[in-house]
């Protein structure tokens, strides 16, 4: 994640397993993986900043990403690409620097503007075929946290990020 400044991360299917609840009341509820937050933790660490881009709204995914400190979330964003586009050209980030978590189509399009593009196992056929990394991990089970320790590991800074945050030593 050198190169990545900033890393876009999809909610539903990657974050969580793609499920929606629903109570009688009408409240929305999602389930999380606990294991996503090593991956949070180690990317803002390593300098990337993180932007949490989802179709949908829910109360229960701002929550989540203040518990985990997302630098954005945008919710309700039904044409991901040209909010993307207006993000990158606002921000001055250019294709190398983005990096993309994501699993279904309506990814596709923002997918293409990214340097780096990485998916849970049980995204959608095109998504798996554009992915530069394939999780072995399904949305919604540690997907984004495997995605962004591959990437850590790949530049040499995983275990330095893991002593860091957890107070490991160095060779974890």
Request: net charge negative; aromatic share 10%; hydrophobic share 35%.
């Given at each position: 994640?050198r190169?990545i400044k900033?890393?876009?991360i999809d909610?539903?299917?990657?974050?969580t397993?793609g499920?929606i609840?629903?109570?009688?009341?009408g409240?929305?509820?999602?389930k999380?993986?606990?294991?996503?937050?090593?991956?949070?933790f180690a990317a803002?660490k390593?300098?990337?900043?993180?932007?949490?881009?989802?179709?949908r709204?829910c109360?229960?995914?701002?929550?989540?990403?203040?518990?985990l400190?997302a630098d954005?979330?945008?919710?309700?964003?039904?044409?991901?690409?040209?909010?993307?586009q207006?993000f990158?050209?606002?921000?001055?980030?250019?294709k190398?620097?983005?990096?993309?978590?994501g699993?279904?189509?309506?990814?596709?399009?923002?997918?293409k503007?990214?340097?780096?593009?990485?998916c849970p196992?049980d995204?959608?056929?095109?998504?798996?075929?554009?992915?530069?990394?394939?999780?072995t991990?399904?949305?919604g089970h540690?997907?984004?946290?495997?995605?962004?320790?591959?990437?850590?590991?790949?530049?040499?800074e995983?275990?330095?990020?893991v002593a860091?945050?957890?107070?490991?030593?160095?060779?974890?």
């Amino acid at each position: 994640m050198r190169k990545i400044k900033y890393l876009v991360i999809d909610v539903d299917g990657t974050m969580t397993d793609g499920g929606i609840y629903y109570d009688h009341s009408g409240n929305e509820f999602k389930k999380f993986c606990t294991k996503d937050a090593a991956g949070f933790f180690a990317a803002r660490k390593a300098g990337v900043r993180l932007i949490v881009l989802t179709g949908r709204e829910c109360g229960a995914t701002k929550r989540r990403m203040d518990e985990l400190g997302a630098d954005y979330l945008y919710q309700n964003i039904k044409d991901k690409a040209s909010f993307l586009q207006s993000f990158m050209e606002e921000h001055h980030i250019r294709k190398e620097e983005l990096g993309y978590i994501g699993d279904d189509l309506n990814d596709v399009l923002p997918m293409k503007m990214a340097g780096f593009v990485g998916c849970p196992k049980d995204s959608c056929r095109e998504i798996l075929e554009m992915a530069d990394y394939v999780s072995t991990v399904e949305g919604g089970h540690g997907a984004v946290r495997d995605v962004v320790e591959h990437v850590l590991r790949e530049s040499g800074e995983w275990n330095e990020m893991v002593a860091a945050i957890y107070g490991t030593e160095s060779g974890v």
